[in-house]
């Protein structure tokens, strides 16, 4: 079973020595509910670094009022099995009040169309409680690597942006989308959904896959592609669409016309109310 420590101060302690010794840190940031895609993310960064420190943290920063921070699940008990199964050695599972000391607050905040975008424009708030709290998480751990899922692609964009802007000293490794045999892609969010759901929710990764076939073999119009998208998951009735949009990479840059490899195709939709996201790349 791996170590887990609440506060600050004890995961420093613990650190330092081994830092000093010349080890190398991977750093994989969740909010627990592990699953085999947290767990892929921790056993590479068990095969690249000495030490790997999983940090298990529902940060309320990032949930709108009106989302799901009270329902999330909390599955700290099982995690530790996940991250010990998975070769990880420390979880790293702070209060908010540790993670939050002050009453009022710091913000670290990337601003532009990258956050405005796809997630942005339905969770306003959402990128810059992530952009702070990996912020927090660099500066407690000072990771050598840190490690996050292409599941989240604005995310990785935001966090690119962020590590280069801020001069964070260290290396992100993304890891590509791991999913279940149905194709759907693993999210903590799937407990939510009845059977049912779940099997009209395999339309997501379905239809990404046949889009990226439609690109490779030749319909290259932005419209072409989103509008192919939109009507494939719209003929889900269970399927209600938050959005179908398409940017290019890196950086979610506007397309004009043509979409230019590599691009993002990223949906969200609705099954019941739970809201999942999925994305492939066109390239
Ligand atoms: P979360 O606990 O949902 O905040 O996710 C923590 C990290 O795991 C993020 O970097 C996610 O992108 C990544 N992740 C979650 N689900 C998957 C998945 N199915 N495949 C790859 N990475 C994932």
Redesign the pocket.
Same mark, same amino acid.
């Given at each position: 079973m791996p170590q887990c420590f609440h506060t600050v101060k004890e995961l420093r302690e613990y650190l330092k020595p081994l830092k000093a010794q010349g080890k190398t840190v991977g750093l994989v940031?969740?909010?627990?509910?592990l +699953?085999q895609? +947290?767990a892929?993310?921790i056993s590479n960064s068990a095969k690249e670094n000495d030490i790997t420190v999983v940090s298990v943290f529902v940060n309320p920063t990032q949930f709108g009022p009106t989302e799901d921070f009270d329902a999330y699940p909390r599955t700290l008990e099982a995690d530790l099995e996940v991250v010990g199964k998975a070769g990880g050695d420390v979880v790293f599972a702070p209060s908010p009040a540790e993670m939050y000391p002050s009453s009022d607050d710091t913000w670290v905040e990337v601003t532009g169309n990258i956050t405005k975008v796809l997630c942005g424009k339905s969770r306003p708030i959402h990128f810059r409680g992530v952009t702070t709290v990996v912020s927090k998480l660099f500066n407690i751990v000072g990771p050598t690597r840190a490690y996050?899922?292409?599941?989240?692609a604005q995310?990785v964009e935001v966090l690119r942006r962020m590590v280069k802007d801020m001069f964070f000293d260290l290396e992100l490794r993304i890891?590509?989308?791991?999913?279940e045999e149905s194709g759907l892609?693993? $999210? $903590?969010r799937n407990t939510y959904l009845s059977a049912e759901e779940k099997s009209a929710a395999v339309i997501l990764s379905k239809t990404l896959k046949i889009a990226l076939e439609k690109f490779k073999a030749g319909t290259t119009k932005v419209e072409d592609i989103i509008s192919f998208t939109r009507t494939e998951i719209a003929k889900e009735p269970l399927a209600n669409i938050e959005y179908v949009e398409c940017y290019g990479l890196p950086g979610l840059y506007e397309l004009s016309d043509e979409v230019k490899a590599p691009s993002l195709l990223a949906v969200a939709v609705r099954f019941g109310t739970t809201r999942l996201i999925d994305n492939i790349i066109l390239e």
């Open positions: 940031p969740t909010m627990g509910a +699953h895609g +947290h892929t993310l996050f899922g292409q599941k989240d995310q890891v590509p989308i791991v999913r892609a693993r $999210s $903590s």
